[in-house]
């Protein structure tokens, strides 16, 4: 969890967004990780339906 951590708080510094409260960390990593699954399983759904 602390390697997930550390890797997005540098994903915030790098694009510029503003760091959560130390406190927050945890719900963020969750939403971040939701937003990656959820995308990847859109794209996949797109592809068996443009097959």
């Known amino acids: 969890m602390r390697f997930l951590i550390k890797l997005m708080r540098g ?3 790098t694009i ?4 959560p409260p130390p406190e927050q960390e945890r ?4 939403v971040w990780l ?10 996949l759904v797109m592809l068996w339906v443009m097959q």
């Not at 719900?27 to 969750?30: A, H, P, Q, S």
């Not at 939701?34 to 794209?43: E, K, P, Q, S, T």
């Open 11 to 13: 994903l915030h510094c």
């Open 16 to 19: 510029g967004i503003s760091t």
């Open 27 to 30: 719900f963020y990593v969750f």
């Open 34 to 43: 939701a937003i990656g699954v959820l995308m990847v399983l859109f794209f």
